[in-house]
């Protein structure tokens, strides 16, 4: 007769008696990658000691593009929320910063998150309107919407209007740490501001990530994939689907910001059409989730080092460079939907960062009862 | 008399914006697609008339119509052989790949064309005005585009509620499976959808290269406004993205009367203004 006790005989039973399946998210391996990326961290904290201020400069690039890719990750690929006009945010968290900075006389370092922040307010308030577009109609809404902050920017003449301006070196010569940094490794001003940005930058890239995989591992990351597949479905189990998507665009909103402020704190020279580009800010980031794979933390950190080398090598020719992303991006979706590290990684079943929840035995062989 | 005139150049100039709005409305109204490289679908177009009548010396008429053929492959095709594979319920997919298609466009012209304005030469065409009232002018060319406008919905009407393609459009718009069972090929009837999208751009590229001047980048932009005009109007009415395309227009004429820089601002924030009152738009199709 068989045993009604046996766990393997329902999952739902076993649970009830002591857990010997179970849902579990992290492998071994992704236990061994997190100690990786953190030695991978610790790495690029002390980089600067040693590496050169044109590398400093490149990773500032790559850190902000892996920050600004993440984002429009979290949003469109596992919010479901398509936008091509985050363009809007990192002008928006640029010109604060150069406002703050230039206008008030603040550290830049204050007004970073103030930078944010305004994003933020500027999101919460136009969201409520661009929800009421439908799927791809949000996206091309969400582009007027970056269009209009472009123009009233430019309207903007203590900040140069149409033509923009340059950061005086007063505005950033109070910046916290700055001398400290300078003694520390013996620099030139110019380039201790870039290893602090660089710093800014690693933290927030960093940040981001960490913030996305924990909400994408959270109740809240489950619910938002429901929400993706079927709103209808997800409200009738009671997920406010609303609100939840809503919180993510304003979050995201805030992040991107904080990333157009750092951006220009380096760039240290601002006008409207560079600040709300579409191209530097919504192509660049849209290759890079596409190349990576879209909802992977992975695929974007493959892209964007992709993207460098691409610059690296091809960025001379202009306008043959865009045209060949542009084409590497079509060919991809058309052949490799779901990125490089996405295909990889459902080949092999490797993940390093990773979100599905699988159920698990947690004790090889349940114990049964040996006969006395 | 001078507000006058600003409204009437508002409306005319609707009529072009109408004419950038048809073709997006198309292919949505069938399949659900957003065409981001709809803008520059539109330049490229422009490109190819105004290559037609430079380098081969055709004349505006002919160049217009071997375009309009030209454009219908290109967007029968670009179904065919690309957007069909990735078209489902992930709208993320092909919303990417007509992305990097406006990317690759652009480029692709600029490195042809190079960043110089150009414009079609229509003769004496776009210089001729007609006295409709004391001191109160209007272009012949910008009238006719209005014509056209409303004479490309007329066909577009008649296409949709009087043809088995019209109706296979609707059907397969309303549900693909059912029409297939219908013995309906969806496939086909979205290649038709984007083909004539494509042609009835390069009727909106002659009004707008008669009318202004058109370089690589500018296609971004006549998107944002063939999507304003579409949203204005209400969903699914073509009669209304004609009222979408002339609010936007006489906005923008007005927001340029009363400071030149602020043109295409006062248009995004009439979008804005209509998006808030009236969320289906001014003249929603009855259907919800």
Redesign the interface.
Known sequence: MPDVSDASASPRLAAMQGGAWQVTIGTRLSRAAAGIAVLVVAGLIALPVVASRGLIQDLIFVLTMLALAQLWNAL??WGGL?A?GQQAFVGLGAYVLFACTVLAGLDPLLAIPLAGLFAGLIAAAIGP?LF??E???F???S???A??CR??C??FKPLGG?TGMSLPNAATSNTAGLKWVQSLLDIRSAAARDVIVYWLALFVAIAVIVTIYLLVRSRLGLALAATRDSIAASRSIGIRAGRIRYGLWVLCAFATGIVGAIVYLQKARISPDAAFS??DWT?YV?FIV?IGG?RTLEGPIIGVLLLWALQYYLAQYG??Y??V???I??VM??FV?RGLWGTFSERSGIQLFPVRRLIKRAIEDPPRRSPP | MEMIDTILQGVLLGGVYALFALGLSLI?GVM???N?AHGDFIVLAAFMVLTATTSAGLSLPVATLLTVVAMFATGFALQRL?LQ??LGDD???P???T??????I???L??TFGADSRRLDAGSFETRSIEVLQGLNIGLAPLSALIVAVAAILVLQIVFYRTSLGRAFRATSDNPQIAQLMGIDHRNVYAVAVGLSLAVSVIAAVALGIRANFDPAIG??R??YA??AV?IGGLGSLWGTLAGGVVLGVAQTLGARVNP?WQ??AG??A??LV??LR?RGLFPARRP
């Open positions: 469109a690929g398509i091509v309107l009421r577009l799927g791809p109609y996206a091309i809404g582009w007027v919407v269009e209009v123009l009233l430019a309207q149409g579409v191209t192509a849209l596409v879209v306008s043959l865009l045209l992303l542009g084409l991006a079509i979706m058309l939907p | 949505f659900r697609l957003v981001l690309v594979r990735v709208i993320l997919p919303l990417l790949i992305f990097g298609l406006s990317i690759a652009q480029n692709g600029l490195l971004p932009a998107l944002l999507f304003e949203i820089e295409i601002l995004h924030l979008f804005l998006l808030f969320p």
